[in-house]
Protein backbone atom coordinates (compact mmCIF):
# COMPACT_ATOMS: atom_id res chain seq x y z
CA UNK A 1 0.00 0.00 0.00
CA UNK A 2 1.52 3.64 -0.92
CA UNK A 3 1.53 5.97 1.97
CA UNK A 4 -0.17 9.23 1.39
CA UNK A 5 1.78 12.28 2.28
CA UNK A 6 -0.66 14.78 4.62
CA UNK A 7 0.11 18.16 3.67
CA UNK A 8 1.97 18.78 7.33
CA UNK A 9 3.85 15.68 7.29
CA UNK A 10 8.07 16.17 7.28
CA UNK A 11 8.73 14.27 4.72
CA UNK A 12 7.50 16.72 2.17
CA UNK A 13 10.05 18.38 2.99
CA UNK A 14 12.41 15.93 3.07
CA UNK A 15 15.35 16.90 -0.23
CA UNK A 16 18.27 14.90 -0.55
CA UNK A 17 20.03 11.81 -1.40
CA UNK A 18 19.48 8.54 -0.08
CA UNK A 19 22.55 5.93 -0.81
CA UNK A 20 20.99 2.48 -1.53
CA UNK A 21 23.23 -0.65 -1.69
CA UNK A 22 20.96 -2.34 -5.16
CA UNK A 23 20.13 -6.32 -4.51
CA UNK A 24 20.97 -8.59 -7.53
CA UNK A 25 17.52 -9.70 -9.09
CA UNK A 26 15.76 -5.56 -9.39
CA UNK A 27 15.95 -2.87 -11.54
CA UNK A 28 16.48 0.73 -10.56
CA UNK A 29 13.15 1.63 -11.27
CA UNK A 30 11.99 -1.04 -8.55
CA UNK A 31 13.58 0.10 -6.14
CA UNK A 32 12.53 3.92 -6.74
CA UNK A 33 9.10 2.49 -6.49
CA UNK A 34 9.78 0.53 -3.33
CA UNK A 35 11.11 3.99 -1.61
CA UNK A 36 7.84 6.17 -3.31
CA UNK A 37 5.46 3.58 -1.57
CA UNK A 38 7.44 3.15 1.52
CA UNK A 39 7.27 7.37 2.76
CA UNK A 40 4.95 8.88 0.29
CA UNK A 41 7.74 10.80 -1.86
CA UNK A 42 6.36 11.57 -5.31
CA UNK A 43 9.36 13.20 -6.51
CA UNK A 44 12.48 10.43 -6.38
CA UNK A 45 14.90 9.97 -9.48
CA UNK A 46 18.28 8.36 -9.31
CA UNK A 47 21.67 8.71 -10.61
CA UNK A 48 23.65 6.14 -12.81
CA UNK A 49 21.14 3.22 -13.83
CA UNK A 50 21.72 -0.10 -12.21
CA UNK A 51 21.38 -3.16 -14.37
CA UNK A 52 18.84 -6.05 -13.07
CA UNK A 53 21.99 -8.30 -12.19
CA UNK A 54 24.47 -5.99 -10.84
CA UNK A 55 24.86 -4.89 -7.13
CA UNK A 56 25.67 -1.78 -5.48
CA UNK A 57 25.60 1.92 -5.10
CA UNK A 58 22.16 3.39 -6.65
CA UNK A 59 22.29 7.29 -5.72
CA UNK A 60 18.52 8.20 -5.22
CA UNK A 61 17.82 12.07 -4.97
CA UNK A 62 14.29 13.08 -2.89
CA UNK A 63 12.59 16.16 -3.65
CA UNK A 64 14.27 18.73 -4.97
CA UNK A 65 17.69 17.40 -4.96
CA UNK A 66 16.24 15.59 -8.17
CA UNK A 67 16.76 18.67 -9.71
CA UNK A 68 20.99 18.08 -9.41
CA UNK A 69 21.07 14.50 -10.65
CA UNK A 70 22.44 16.32 -13.93
CA UNK A 71 25.87 17.38 -12.02
CA UNK A 72 26.69 13.21 -11.20
CA UNK A 73 25.43 11.55 -14.58
CA UNK A 74 28.51 12.53 -16.07
CA UNK A 75 30.81 11.22 -12.44
CA UNK A 76 33.48 8.91 -11.92
CA UNK A 77 31.80 5.26 -11.61
CA UNK A 78 34.13 2.52 -9.79
CA UNK A 79 33.01 -0.97 -10.44
CA UNK A 80 34.67 -4.43 -9.28
CA UNK A 81 34.00 -7.61 -11.31
CA UNK A 82 35.10 -11.21 -11.51
CA UNK A 83 36.52 -11.50 -15.07
CA UNK A 84 35.80 -15.35 -16.20
CA UNK A 85 38.02 -16.56 -18.93
CA UNK A 86 37.88 -19.20 -21.24
CA UNK A 87 34.14 -18.53 -22.49
CA UNK A 88 32.47 -15.72 -23.90
CA UNK A 89 28.26 -15.86 -23.32
CA UNK A 90 25.19 -13.76 -25.30
CA UNK A 91 24.95 -11.77 -22.43
CA UNK A 92 28.60 -10.71 -22.13
CA UNK A 93 28.07 -12.41 -18.01
CA UNK A 94 27.63 -15.15 -16.39
CA UNK A 95 23.98 -14.93 -16.74
CA UNK A 96 23.71 -15.76 -20.36
CA UNK A 97 24.82 -18.86 -22.71
CA UNK A 98 27.74 -19.59 -23.88
CA UNK A 99 28.68 -18.94 -27.52
CA UNK A 100 32.36 -19.56 -27.55
CA UNK A 101 34.97 -20.94 -25.81
CA UNK A 102 38.63 -22.17 -25.27
CA UNK A 103 41.13 -23.63 -23.37
CA UNK A 104 43.74 -20.69 -23.48
CA UNK A 105 44.27 -19.36 -19.73
CA UNK A 106 47.14 -16.20 -20.48
CA UNK A 107 49.47 -15.45 -17.84
CA UNK A 108 48.39 -12.92 -15.28
CA UNK A 109 50.88 -10.35 -16.97
CA UNK A 110 49.41 -10.64 -20.41
CA UNK A 111 45.77 -9.91 -18.64
CA UNK A 112 46.94 -6.45 -17.27
CA UNK A 113 48.88 -5.45 -20.13
CA UNK A 114 45.61 -5.92 -22.28
CA UNK A 115 43.38 -4.29 -19.75
CA UNK A 116 45.55 -1.41 -18.96
CA UNK A 117 45.27 -0.84 -22.81
CA UNK A 118 41.95 0.31 -22.31
CA UNK A 119 42.48 3.02 -20.19
CA UNK A 120 41.83 6.23 -21.46
CA UNK A 121 39.24 7.71 -24.49
CA UNK A 122 37.78 4.12 -25.93
CA UNK A 123 34.63 3.51 -28.48
CA UNK A 124 32.94 0.88 -26.35
CA UNK A 125 30.20 -1.13 -27.93
CA UNK A 126 27.36 -2.12 -25.15
CA UNK A 127 26.40 -4.98 -24.44
CA UNK A 128 22.93 -6.07 -24.99
CA UNK A 129 21.99 -6.79 -21.48
CA UNK A 130 22.24 -2.78 -20.54
CA UNK A 131 19.47 -0.26 -19.76
CA UNK A 132 20.00 1.98 -22.61
CA UNK A 133 16.96 2.77 -24.25
CA UNK A 134 15.90 1.62 -27.33
CA UNK A 135 12.34 3.44 -28.69
CA UNK A 136 11.43 3.63 -24.85
CA UNK A 137 12.41 0.39 -23.97
CA UNK A 138 15.41 -0.84 -22.27
CA UNK A 139 17.80 -3.03 -23.92
CA UNK A 140 17.60 -5.86 -21.53
CA UNK A 141 14.47 -6.02 -22.00
CA UNK A 142 14.08 -6.39 -25.16
CA UNK A 143 16.97 -9.15 -25.39
CA UNK A 144 14.53 -11.19 -22.70
CA UNK A 145 11.59 -10.54 -25.12
CA UNK A 146 14.02 -11.98 -27.89
CA UNK A 147 13.54 -8.72 -29.81
CA UNK A 148 16.31 -8.22 -32.83
CA UNK A 149 17.96 -4.93 -32.44
CA UNK A 150 21.17 -2.79 -33.04
CA UNK A 151 23.04 -1.17 -30.80
CA UNK A 152 25.64 1.63 -31.80
CA UNK A 153 29.20 2.03 -30.38
CA UNK A 154 30.12 4.80 -27.99
CA UNK A 155 32.73 7.15 -26.60
CA UNK A 156 33.93 6.36 -23.10
CA UNK A 157 36.30 7.57 -20.61
CA UNK A 158 37.86 4.66 -18.46
CA UNK A 159 40.24 6.19 -16.02
CA UNK A 160 42.02 2.86 -14.27
CA UNK A 161 41.70 -0.29 -14.32
CA UNK A 162 43.70 -2.69 -12.02
CA UNK A 163 44.30 -6.24 -11.45
CA UNK A 164 43.21 -6.83 -7.75
CA UNK A 165 43.47 -10.70 -7.74
CA UNK A 166 43.98 -13.75 -9.58
CA UNK A 167 41.65 -16.10 -7.72
CA UNK A 168 42.62 -19.33 -10.12
CA UNK A 169 43.30 -19.91 -13.82
CA UNK A 170 39.65 -19.15 -14.84
CA UNK A 171 38.93 -16.34 -12.59
CA UNK A 172 39.99 -12.20 -11.99
CA UNK A 173 39.19 -9.90 -9.60
CA UNK A 174 39.37 -6.31 -11.08
CA UNK A 175 38.24 -2.90 -10.47
CA UNK A 176 37.48 -0.26 -13.14
CA UNK A 177 37.18 3.00 -13.35
CA UNK A 178 35.10 5.25 -15.89
CA UNK A 179 33.10 7.72 -16.51
CA UNK A 180 29.48 7.86 -18.22
CA UNK A 181 28.61 4.88 -20.07
CA UNK A 182 31.14 2.15 -19.73
CA UNK A 183 30.35 -1.18 -18.94
CA UNK A 184 32.08 -3.65 -17.10
CA UNK A 185 30.36 -6.53 -19.40
CA UNK A 186 31.99 -5.15 -22.70
CA UNK A 187 35.20 -4.73 -20.87
CA UNK A 188 35.44 -8.87 -20.00
CA UNK A 189 34.34 -9.04 -23.13
CA UNK A 190 36.97 -7.59 -25.37
CA UNK A 191 39.53 -8.11 -23.03
CA UNK A 192 38.77 -11.69 -23.28
CA UNK A 193 38.60 -11.02 -27.12
CA UNK A 194 41.96 -9.65 -27.17
CA UNK A 195 43.33 -12.26 -24.87
CA UNK A 196 42.44 -15.07 -27.60
CA UNK A 197 40.61 -16.81 -24.82
CA UNK A 198 37.18 -14.97 -24.58
CA UNK A 199 36.04 -13.80 -21.47
CA UNK A 200 32.57 -12.62 -19.44
CA UNK A 201 32.00 -10.68 -16.44
CA UNK A 202 30.46 -12.14 -13.33
CA UNK A 203 29.40 -10.74 -9.97
CA UNK A 204 29.21 -7.02 -10.89
CA UNK A 205 29.38 -4.70 -8.35
CA UNK A 206 29.06 -0.67 -8.48
CA UNK A 207 31.60 0.55 -5.67
CA UNK A 208 31.13 4.39 -6.10
CA UNK A 209 29.27 6.73 -7.94
CA UNK A 210 30.52 10.58 -7.82
CA UNK A 211 30.90 12.08 -4.32
CA UNK A 212 29.26 8.32 -2.85
CA UNK A 213 30.59 5.55 -1.26
CA UNK A 214 29.43 1.62 -0.76
CA UNK A 215 31.02 2.26 2.31
CA UNK A 216 28.10 4.82 3.51
CA UNK A 217 24.96 3.02 1.60
CA UNK A 218 22.17 1.29 3.15
CA UNK A 219 20.71 -2.21 1.70
CA UNK A 220 17.50 -1.89 0.28
CA UNK A 221 16.08 -4.61 2.86
CA UNK A 222 17.37 -2.57 5.84
CA UNK A 223 15.55 0.87 4.59
CA UNK A 224 12.33 -1.64 4.16
CA UNK A 225 12.37 -2.24 7.71
CA UNK A 226 13.15 1.45 8.81
CA UNK A 227 11.35 3.59 10.73
CA UNK A 228 10.37 7.02 8.69
CA UNK A 229 12.28 8.71 11.20
CA UNK A 230 15.67 6.32 10.85
CA UNK A 231 15.09 6.87 7.34
CA UNK A 232 15.12 10.66 6.97
CA UNK A 233 18.50 10.61 9.41
CA UNK A 234 19.94 8.54 6.35
CA UNK A 235 19.31 11.24 4.02
CA UNK A 236 22.67 13.10 2.51
CA UNK A 237 22.41 16.98 1.98
CA UNK A 238 20.77 18.17 -1.41
CA UNK A 239 24.57 20.10 -1.93
CA UNK A 240 26.85 16.58 -1.72
CA UNK A 241 26.88 16.55 -5.27
CA UNK A 242 27.52 20.52 -5.83
CA UNK A 243 30.55 20.98 -3.56
CA UNK A 244 33.29 20.38 -6.20
CA UNK A 245 31.19 23.68 -8.43
CA UNK A 246 32.28 27.29 -7.55
CA UNK A 247 29.48 28.29 -5.29
CA UNK A 248 28.87 32.06 -3.81
CA UNK A 249 26.62 33.32 -0.81
CA UNK A 250 24.31 35.67 -0.74
CA UNK A 251 22.70 37.63 1.65
CA UNK A 252 19.05 37.28 3.57
CA UNK A 253 17.90 40.37 2.47
CA UNK A 254 18.05 38.96 -1.37
CA UNK A 255 16.98 35.03 -0.36
CA UNK A 256 13.77 35.71 -2.46
CA UNK A 257 15.11 37.75 -5.22
CA UNK A 258 17.19 34.55 -6.63
CA UNK A 259 14.14 32.44 -5.67
CA UNK A 260 11.77 34.35 -7.69
CA UNK A 261 14.79 33.49 -10.58
CA UNK A 262 16.31 37.12 -10.64
CA UNK A 263 19.57 37.86 -11.34
CA UNK A 264 22.39 38.80 -8.27
CA UNK A 265 25.59 40.58 -8.30
CA UNK A 266 27.94 38.72 -6.45
CA UNK A 267 29.88 40.95 -3.69
CA UNK A 268 32.37 38.40 -3.36
CA UNK A 269 34.05 39.28 -6.66
CA UNK A 270 34.58 35.85 -8.46
CA UNK A 271 37.97 35.58 -10.35
CA UNK A 272 36.34 34.59 -13.47
CA UNK A 273 32.91 33.98 -15.37
CA UNK A 274 31.59 30.35 -14.71
CA UNK A 275 29.53 28.87 -16.67
CA UNK A 276 28.16 26.63 -13.74
CA UNK A 277 27.68 27.88 -10.72
CA UNK A 278 25.26 27.69 -7.52
CA UNK A 279 24.42 30.29 -4.59
CA UNK A 280 23.60 29.49 -1.03
CA UNK A 281 22.53 30.97 1.91
CA UNK A 282 24.47 29.54 4.97
CA UNK A 283 24.71 26.26 3.77
CA UNK A 284 21.27 26.28 1.95
CA UNK A 285 21.61 25.84 -2.17
CA UNK A 286 18.90 28.46 -3.54
CA UNK A 287 19.65 28.09 -6.67
CA UNK A 288 22.30 27.02 -9.81
CA UNK A 289 23.40 28.79 -13.13
CA UNK A 290 26.14 30.55 -14.61
CA UNK A 291 28.24 33.63 -13.29
CA UNK A 292 28.95 36.36 -15.83
CA UNK A 293 30.65 39.62 -15.31
CA UNK A 294 30.19 39.53 -12.09
CA UNK A 295 26.20 38.52 -12.36
CA UNK A 296 25.08 34.89 -11.23
CA UNK A 297 21.95 34.72 -13.49
CA UNK A 298 20.12 31.56 -12.19
CA UNK A 299 18.73 28.67 -14.31
CA UNK A 300 17.06 26.61 -11.46
CA UNK A 301 16.02 27.69 -8.29
CA UNK A 302 15.59 25.39 -5.24
CA UNK A 303 12.45 25.35 -3.22
CA UNK A 304 14.25 24.42 -0.01
CA UNK A 305 14.97 26.73 1.66
CA UNK A 306 11.37 28.04 1.97
CA UNK A 307 10.56 24.83 3.33
CA UNK A 308 13.37 24.70 5.85
CA UNK A 309 12.24 28.34 7.13
Same mark, same amino acid.
Given at each position: ???????????? #???????????????????? =?? /?????????????????? #? @??????????? @????????? #???????????????????????????? =????????????????????????????????????? @?????????????????????????????????? /????????????? =???????????????????????????????????????????????????????????????????? #??????????????????????????????????????????????????????? =?
Amino acid at each position: MIRRLKKNDPLN #DLHGWLIVNKPSGIGSTKVV =ST /IKKKTGIRKIGHAGTLDP #D @ATGILALALGE @ATKTVRFIG #DALKTYRFVMRLGAATDTDDSSGKTIKK =SSLRPETQSIIEVLKSFEGHISQMPPKLSAIKINGTR @AYKLFYEGSQFELSARKVFVKDIHVLERKNKNEI /IIEFTCGKGGYVR =SIARDAGKLLGCYGHAHNIQRLTCGPFNIKNSIGLDQLEMMTLLELQKQVLPTETVLKELPNFHCEAK #DIDKILNGATYKIEEIPSQDYDLAWIRFENVPLAFGKVKDKIFFPSRVFNIFKTQ =S
